[in-house]
T-cell receptor, first 114, second 115 residues
């Protein structure tokens, strides 16, 4: 069954460490997204991509960076983690640009920076 | 820019009672609307979507929603809730007007079903 996968599910890491959150999808979707979800549950778009070698900043400014070298893979990197980065990060994908369909979400990564 | 407003942050309701979760959107052009559910420590799961056609949309788990263009609303309803419906519910709109095709989410409504 086609799906979207995020690893790790939970991560506790020290301040200053570099981390990469993985996101992969098997649906061949062109569009992919990263959302940051507050403890109060609101979702904020931090990055999105229309396809390979396409990345855009979202509505919420973030110190993280993303890359899209392969269609199926959209990792998010924090060069130096800080406690303010503690949050839940959700990855999503949807079909080709120009088509309006629903977004499919991964299970999320809950990041805690101590 | 398009936006979505969920008027209720929390909705408590007794088991087997009906429930309505409210969602209003801001757009004067055609819209594409979604309702998602999120269970604790999980991602978002699509409940239903309105892309075109019938204004009454039926989704999974007995939920339905009605698209009302004149009131710019897309309220979610269920005639009889179960304990298992306790979760966070998000309304979303596809921002196709700007050409970015981003999904704009409301702030969420926490549905708490009481025994």
């Amino acid at each position: 069954e086609a799906d979207i996968y995020q690893t790790p599910r939970y991560l506790v890491i020290g301040t200053g460490k570099k981390i990469t959150l993985e996101c992969s999808q098997t649906m061949g979707h062109d569009k992919m997204y990263w959302y940051q979800q507050d403890p109060g549950m609101e979702l904020h778009l931090i990055h999105y991509s229309y396809g390979v070698n396409s990345t855009e900043k979202g509505d919420l400014s973030s110190e993280s960076t993303v890359s899209r070298i392969r269609t199926e893979h959209f990792p998010l990197t924090l060069e130096s983690a800080r406690p303010s980065h503690t949050s839940q990060y959700l990855c999503a994908s949807s079909e080709e640009a120009g088509a309006i369909t629903e977004a499919f979400f991964g299970q999320g990564t809950r990041l805690t920076v101590v | 820019a398009q936006s979505v407003t969920q008027l209720d942050s929390q909705v408590p309701v007794f088991e087997e009672a009906p429930v309505e979760l409210r969602c209003n959107y801001s757009s004067s052009v055609s819209v594409y609307l979604f309702w998602y559910v999120q269970y604790p420590n999980q991602g978002l799961q699509l409940l239903l979507k309105y892309l075109s056609g019938s204004t009454l949309v039926k989704g999974i788990n007995g939920f339905e929603a009605e698209f009302n263009k004149s009131q710019t609303s897309f309220h979610l309803r269920k005639p009889s809730v179960h304990i298992s419906d306790t979760a966070e519910y998000f309304c979303a709109v596809s921002d196709h007007v700007s050409g970015t095709y981003k999904y704009i989410f409301g702030t969420g409504t926490r549905l708490k079903v009481l025994a």
